[in-house]
Structure formats: C-alpha cells, structure tokens
C-alpha cells in the first residue's frame, strides 16, 4: 500500500511528499480544474476536505519562524511548558546536556540584543521584537551537547506553535558569544562557565503567518 502524507501551506494541500515513484506516476490523487481534488489512502480516494491530517505532522507542516510579534505578552504558564516540550528532546546516551535560560522583561532582551548587535558589529541586528527569549546552551566539553540543544530547540519551536505561538530560531548569539565583551556580559546575567550557545529562540505572538518555502529537490535518497 503507497500513501501520500501531504504538505500543508497556509492551510492547503499544495505538494505530497512521494514515497513511491510509479504510484505518484500513477494515481496517487486526482485533480479537479488543475486542483489537487482528492488523494489515494486506505485503499480509497478521499475528498481533500475529508482527508484527515495526523496531529503532529500537520504541526511539523505548518510551523513558520516568525520575524515579527505582536505586543501582547505571553503567559509564563505558555513558557514554561514550551521550555518544558524542550526538556524532554533526545539526547546522546540521555545525558541531558542541554540547559535553559528564559528572559521575559523588555529590557532584558533588549539590553542582550544591544551586546549581540555589538558582538556581531551590526547596530541594526534584532531578536524581532519577542516578549519572551529562551537561551540554549551546554557545556563546551559535552560531545553531543550541539545536537542535543538542537534537539531541544525544535522541540520547544514545535510546542509553540501547537499552543498558538510564533518562534524563531536565532544563531547569532552562538557565533560571537565568546568575544570578551559578550562573554563578560553573560558571565554577568548568569550563564555559567565553559559554557557554549546553541542557539536562542524568540517567541510571542506571531503578527504575519511566516513564509513557507516548497522543499527542495533531492533531499532524500534511498539506499539499497
């Protein structure tokens, strides 16, 4: 049996991720005035409206990074089951490197932002205006430390979006955290010692729905 999972963009079904070259060939769905109408699943064609999108996939889909927020804040109770969504990513030999720091006051993130955009010699550099950030880091000497933070990220990207939210991963922090003046400053919010930034994220309410961006080709191969 070959089934089509579909990809969702604003709310349509725009493109199919092909598991089986012949059946996609073939009669993988129908169209109805050049419009996907209908797609082959259990042994069946079913309407597009009728069609039955798995929770989390349909999460994974439509998630967007969002560069603009609006003004209302975000409730701790939301945080902190983002972060907590966070806590429970994979981790090599479940070490658990990853760790998290949360700001909420304005003037927090606007005073990191302002050492990141020295930092990165760029003085019009913005986190996008979030009313919340979450720092990611782990140690320098863990070896899975990066890809357990990434892990994490995603995770907490994930339940955002799933409780209503926007997020955006930022990079920037992890490029000049070790310059000696924004080292000195997260020394002095806090962050501990030999420590290494994967990443940040930015969350609020989104003001724009994002940009969706169709895959690109060749992305996946199968191996005999």
Same mark, same amino acid.
């Given at each position: 049996?070959?089934? @089509? ?7 349509? %079904?725009?493109? =199919? ?11 993988? @769905?129908? +169209? ?7 797609? @082959? ?8 409206? /009728? =069609? ?15 560069? +603009? =927020? ?5 409730? +701790?109770?939301? &945080? /902190? ?5 966070? *806590?429970? #990513? ?16 304005? $003037? ?6 302002? %050492? ?10 913005? =986190? ?5 950030? &979450? ?7 863990? &070896?899975?430390?990066? $890809? /357990? ?32 003046? &924004? #080292?000195?400053?997260? /020394?002095?919010?806090?962050?501990? +010692? ?14 724009? $729905?994002? *940009? ?13």
């Amino acid at each position: 049996m070959s089934v @089509y999972v579909p990809y969702r963009m604003k709310g349509n %079904i725009e493109n =199919f991720s092909k598991i089986d070259n012949e059946f996609l060939a073939g009669k993988g @769905y129908t +169209k109805h005035n050049g419009q996907i109408a209908a797609i @082959y699943c259990n042994g069946k064609y079913q309407k597009r409206r /009728d =069609f039955k999108m798995n929770e989390v996939l349909n999460n994974i889909y439509t998630r967007r990074s969002i560069r +603009k =927020f609006t003004e209302k804040d975000v409730p +701790k109770e939301l &945080v /902190d089951e983002i972060v907590k969504a966070g *806590t429970f #990513a994979p981790s090599g030999k479940n070490m658990q490197t990853y760790r998290f720091f949360i700001m909420q006051k304005q $003037e927090s993130i606007l005073a990191l932002q302002e %050492i990141v955009a020295k930092g990165m010699e760029n003085p019009s550099y913005t =986190f996008y205006g979030p009313k919340a950030l &979450v720092i990611v880091t782990c140690n320098k000497e863990d &070896v899975n430390g990066v $890809e /357990d933070g990434s892990c994490a990220l995603e995770n907490m990207m994930l339940a955002a979006h799933s409780l209503g939210l926007g997020s955006c991963w930022i990079n920037q922090l992890k490029y000049c955290g070790d310059k000696p003046e &924004v #080292a000195a400053y997260l /020394d002095k919010i806090g962050l501990p +010692k030999g420590r290494r930034v994967v990443g940040m994220l930015a969350l609020g309410y989104a003001a724009d $729905e994002g *940009t969706g961006h169709p895959r690109a080709d060749g992305l996946v191969t199968y191996l005999d």
